[in-house]
């Protein structure tokens, strides 16, 4: 009903302020459309702008070119490869024997819109042209289907039989402008997109809703049946009734709900509907839209539904369909199209969708602009390219073979991910980005679509407000001057639209609510008067119970005028009674209390309930008493006001009354104060105890709720009852503060005590979930080879059918179903069943083209033998050389590189630990000295050489040989070490640590760890595995690494050495431990310095360096190197730097 015709019911006033309602929405409805104007206005100059920016690509048509063949063809498809295309076709061959490239392709440059014949050069693989001629000459029917792109390659399909299945390939690499030749065996790869984009779900009898009508429930928003003779959509839950929105008749008129089937899906508010009635061939498919409450039937949707970006809505062979419930269809007889491609734009304004007829090879090219929300123009050809400047070529092939083709030359938006067309890179638009702002123009031009709509769009101006604020949200520069300044006016259609949502449903829902309020203060009017009437009053309390009804009563009457679309001369009518009424009865109260025991009652309240008092021993028994003194204090105030206002004509008699009602209320008041008091002591002592006992209650529920919460669904639900628990009781503890701190803590240690329950859980079933995806992975390979063995489909379903292992992956997906993970589960599921299809299509491959055994295939009357191994790439020596070698066939090629050749002398080794001068024991004795722990020998130490043997299979060792030998050589160098005590440390470590030692600056510190060490042997001699030797070296480590950037002298790779080194040398004592080839040298040069008579000088410039111990390091090293190099020595660097530290500090005789 509009509030147009609601007007007309109103009487009076109602009626004028009726109209004036209709008014308001009317007013914000033409302010709505204004709003609207101008944000058309704005978003011009918003979309010039940013043509301005990002320069601006239009659908045109540039011209028309011919191209010629060298024969009388049908054109099928064409194919861009940088700025040349191939053109595909086919030509009646009449009496020629054979089919050469030329018969079915040319090759045009396409440059400055013109097209120049080419050599057919980049189609020249020796292998293709065998192939090619082999396709023609073995099919006989064999024709030029079209080019097809999927990834970096491009096929090259041809059809061989009757049906459009019925084809080979040649497949090809593009690489840039050129393409490589792959292999004509990729047929299986030539698959299209999905042609639905959404998921049917079949109704079920759960959905079925039975009674005179029955119909089957979708969602609960739309319920459809076939039932009565016809198809019937209806939008009400409603089986009294079998009328609908939408209904046809069904050919058999007999049948009931479950005859037929029905599928559907929802895509925001539309829902597709996709049901077969009973005994009919063809599915019929339906649209319906939520908001409309409209119902269009889609048959083409039988063919393809693609969803159209940002959710907007559907495209399919010959139309589409938008949320808002706008749609167009376009009168094409094209035949079956199936959805072949999507292309968009590099600003995301514009995505062409293709449609393919694979039997005629006609394209259907829709391109659908998201700001628009529309198609243009359908373009229909039987071939189409793209190149990167956006320009596409397109034709249209006649029925009659000719040598002249027309070619349409368009320029399109779809450019390549390189072109750029930006001219104002500076600019505000710019770094905002075109994509951004194309999206923010699409959504501020589906606002201005729907204030366009009329009133039967359900929620139309809830939808606009959302919409608007979504925006406001959403981008941030809508205020700026380069943005359009659009903010302002979506602020207002919001604004707008907010007020006439509620407007426009006001008028019905205010009239039905007044007079729903005037019926019941109508029905309580009439009762309490009656009531009053046939009542004989006893007591004051009466009185005053009367007359409080109707105050209230009088006060609620008033209350009804402030009404809008209010009946006045009703509510005159029962104010009048009440009035009326309680005249009348106030003289008779009049007449009651002059009577001496008119208050006796409320005097014997009083001291009933003072009496009372004395006996209160819990808190909830001095609250019922305090509720009692309450009671009578409402009713004595009640009884001065209704005294106060009634009309007494002995000024003596109204005070002598007062006077006594003061009296009696100075009593109650006593009464008050002392029960306050009482309250309070009961409340101190309870309220601890049963707070007490609430948290203990609290910690056992929490205890036991995690011990059963055994899944995150279960954690949140059982959090979410403690929290509760918590909330009530700080509502009841409220007046104690010293209780909330505690019960702010305890939901602190609750929500994470369920928190970390909730992410062990979750932690646990995605790993259980992980392992089981894992585990049907590797039976799915396991199953995918044994079915590629069988020789016969029914092997193939037997097996599919019975083995254990098929049914352990079913299991598996159960499994992960019942853990929550239905992804894994269904890609489980569906490699399974894409194993099987492949495992057939093989089969039948092998079948149709392998005769006598699986290595021969025949081509006509030719048989040629078949390499079925896989190819494999290896590396071989040869003839003294390596080359690169596929297995299976005669390819070599000689591997080339310095590198490895320079590595000649090892490519006879087998095994990378063993040499022509180290044998297998010895390296592997060589890589364990590393590892064995010290005191190991015998029988343990040969467990622990096998146990490595084992892990290092790849290495061929022989048990019984490398292990035995292996074992000797490790017994023999475990003594070595052991008897060479540390010098096992580097000799730069030692001498790192002994330089630290003596020059660090901690003095304090290093008596202090020393001393440490110390007490810490007396502990590792006692218990040998204590732990505490680690700890004691990371703090040693850190000091060194501290030393080591001040005295940056050593490389920072021996800083872990050093550190435990020198933590063992200084359990053991302060001398530090020297090499013999250091002590040679130490001596050997000490003696070259005496016999050049040097050694005075040496130890004068170490005396003058001792503030510069850094440079003295460097200094002493200079000489020994000097000394080494004279006297032809050759020694190790390593030991120089031991020496050189022993020089430095001057601490032989001590450390030797």
């Not at 450019?415 to 994509?435: C, P, Q, R």
């Not at 048990?959 to 730069?988: F, N, Q």
């Not at 700890?1031 to 050495?1057: H, K």
Request: glycine share 6%; aromatic share 10%; hydrophobic share 40%.
């Amino acid at each position: 009903m509009s509030s147009t015709e609601e007007t007309t019911k109103a009487p009076g006033d109602a009626q004028s302020g009726e109209a004036l309602e209709s008014g308001t929405y009317e007013i914000l409805k033409g302010r709505l459309a204004k709003h609207s104007d101008e944000l058309k206005r704005r978003l011009a100059l918003l979309n010039a702008a940013r043509k301005e920016v990002f320069g601006s690509i239009e659908n045109t048509l540039l011209g028309s070119e011919r191209i010629l063949t060298d024969h009388n063809c049908i054109p099928r498809d064409m194919i861009a490869v940088g700025d040349r295309f191939i053109f595909g076709y086919n030509v009646h061959m009449g009496l020629k024997t054979s089919v050469d490239l030329g018969d079915v392709f040319s090759i045009y440059e396409f440059r400055e819109r013109k097209f120049n014949l080419l050599s057919l050069d980049i189609l020249g693989d020796a292998k293709f042209t065998e192939d090619f001629q082999d396709l023609y000459k073995y099919y006989k029917n064999t024709s030029f289907a079209k080019f097809t792109v999927i990834g970096p390659f491009l096929y090259m399909i041809f059809r061989v039989g009757r049906h459009v299945s019925d084809i080979k390939t040649f497949k090809w690499l593009m690489e840039d402008d050129a393409i490589t030749y792959v292999d004509n065996r990729s047929d299986h790869e030539v698959v299209y997109p999905s042609q639905q984009d959404f998921i049917w779900t079949r109704a079920t009898r759960d959905d079925h809703r039975a009674g005179v009508h029955p119909h089957i429930s979708i969602m609960d928003r739309v319920f459809v049946e076939t039932v009565g003779g016809d198809l019937t959509i209806k939008v009400e839950d409603n089986t009294e009734t079998g009328r609908g929105i939408y209904a046809e008749p069904v050919d058999n008129k007999d049948q009931t709900l479950d005859d037929a089937e029905t599928y559907y899906t929802a895509i925001g508010n539309i829902i597709i509907l996709k049901i077969r009635p009973f005994q009919e061939k063809d599915f019929r498919y339906f649209v319906f839209n939520e908001k409309m409450q409209r119902v269009l039937r889609l048959d083409s949707l039988e063919q393809s539904g693609i969803l159209l970006p940002d959710n907007q809505g559907l495209i399919f062979p010959n139309g589409y369909y938008l949320q808002s419930g706008e749609y167009k269809t376009f009168d094409l007889d094209l035949g079956q199209m199936i959805f072949a491609h999507r292309l968009s734009s590099t600003n995301g304004e514009d995505h062409l969708y293709t449609f393919h007829n694979l039997e005629t090879g006609v394209y259907l090219l829709l391109s659908y602009n998201i700001i628009a929300h529309g198609v243009e123009t359908p373009v229909v050809c039987s071939g189409y390219s793209h190149f990167e400047t956006g320009e596409m070529v397109l034709f249209k092939a006649e029925e009659e073979p000719k040598k002249n083709h027309v070619i349409q030359i368009w320029q399109t938006p779809y450019v390549g991910k390189d072109y750029v067309a930006t001219k104002e890179s500076d600019s505000l638009l710019f770094k905002i980005g075109n994509k951004e702002i194309v999206r923010c123009m699409a959504e501020c031009q589906a606002i201005i679509n729907l204030i366009a709509k009329d009133e039967s769009y359900s929620s139309l101006y809830v939808d606009i407000a959302k919409s608007a604020l979504y925006i406001l949200d959403t981008y941030f520069w809508l205020d700026k001057k380069e943005g359009g300044e659009i903010r302002s006016v979506i602020q207002e259609i919001r604004e707008t639209a907010t007020l006439t949502v509620a407007e426009f449903e006001k008028v019905v829902r205010i009239r039905r609510a007044t007079a729903d309020q005037i019926g019941q203060v109508s029905e309580r009017t009439e009762k309490l008067i009656k009531k009053i009437v046939y009542s004989t009053f006893s007591e004051m309390s009466e009185y005053v119970d009367a007359l409080s009804e109707l105050r209230v009563l009088r006060g609620e009457i008033i209350s009804l005028k402030e009404l809008r679309y209010t009946d006045l001369t009703s509510i005159d009518a029962m104010e009048k009674q009440v009035r009326e009424q309680s005249e009348v009865l106030s003289g008779k109260c009049v007449e009651f209390l002059l009577d001496p025991k008119g208050l006796d009652p409320y005097k014997a309240r009083v001291a009933e309930h003072t009496r009372a008092i004395d006996g209160v021993d819990r808190s909830s028994v001095g609250k019922e008493v305090a509720q009692k003194l309450a009671g009578v204090s409402r009713d004595l105030d009640l009884l001065i006001e209704i005294v106060s206002n009634l009309k007494i004509d002995d000024p003596t008699k109204s005070t002598e009354i007062i006077d006594t009602i003061s009296t009696i209320y100075s009593t109650v008041n006593q009464a008050k104060s002392r029960l306050t008091n009482r309250l309070k002591e009961l409340q101190s002592s309870e309220g601890t105890a049963e707070f007490n006992s609430q948290l203990k209650l609290l910690n056992q529920s929490s205890v036991n709720y995690l011990d059963v919460a055994d899944s995150p669904e279960k954690c949140e639900e059982y959090l979410t009852k403690l929290m509760v628990h918590v909330e009530e009781l700080e509502g009841k503890f409220a007046d104690f503060d010293d209780f909330l701190p505690k019960l702010t803590q305890k939901r602190e240690e609750l929500f994470e005590a369920f928190e970390s329950r909730k992410l062990a859980l979750m932690e646990k079933r995605n790993k259980r979930a992980a392992s089981l995806f894992g585990a049907a992975e590797r039976i799915l390979k396991g199953v995918k080879n044994a079915l590629g063995r069988f020789e016969s489909v029914s092997e193939i379903n037997g097996y599919i059918a019975s083995n254990i292992m098929v049914e352990k992956v079913r299991d598996v997906a159960e499994q992960l179903v019942a853990l929550g993970d239905s992804v894994k589960a269904d890609e489980v599921e569906s490699q399974l069943k894409s194993i099987r299809e492949e495992a057939v299509r093989q089969l039948k491959d092998r079948q149709e083209l392998f005769v006598d055994g699986a290595d021969v295939i025949r081509f006509g009357n030719h048989s040629f033998s078949v390499n079925t191994h896989q190819l494999d790439l290896s590396v071989v020596q040869k003839e003294g050389g390596l080359y690169f070698h596929l297995t299976g066939t005669d390819f070599w090629q000689p591997f080339d590189d310095p590198e490895i050749n320079d590595l000649h002398d090892v490519w006879e080794l087998e095994s990378p630990a063993e040499s022509p001068v180290v044998y297998k024991a010895e390296y592997l004795a060589w890589m364990l000295l590393r590892e064995l722990p010290p005191g190991i020998a015998g029988k343990e130490l040969l467990e622990a050489v096998r146990a490595a043997m084992t892990a290092r299979y790849q290495e061929g060792y022989t048990k019984g040989v490398h292990d035995e030998d292996a074992t000797k050589i490790l017994a023999k160098l475990l003594d070595m070490r052991a008897s060479i005590d540390l010098l096992t440390y580097p000799p730069a470590a030692r001498a790192l640590a002994t330089l630290y030692w003596h020059l660090t600056e901690d003095v304090q510190g290093r008596e202090l760890l020393g001393s440490r060490l110390k007490h810490l042997n007396h502990i590792v001699r006692v218990y040998e595995g204590s732990g505490a030797v680690d700890a004691f070296t990371g703090m040693v480590r850190e000091s060194l690494t501290r030393f080591a950037t001040q005295f940056p002298l050593f490389d920072s790779a021996y800083i872990d050495a050093a550190a435990a080194y020198l933590t063992r040398e200084i359990m053991r004592g302060d001398a530090f431990i020297i090499s013999s080839e250091a002590e040679e040298i130490y001596k050997a040069f000490n003696d070259s310095l005496r016999e050049k008579r040097a050694d005075r000088t040496f130890r004068e410039t170490l005396e003058s360096l001792k503030g510069d111990m850094a440079g003295a390091l460097i200094l002493v090293r200079e000489w020994i190197t000097a000394w080494n190099l004279s006297a032809g020595a050759a020694v190790e660097e390593a030991f120089l730097e031991e020496t050189a530290v022993l020089l430095l500090l001057g601490n032989y005789e001590e450390s030797r």
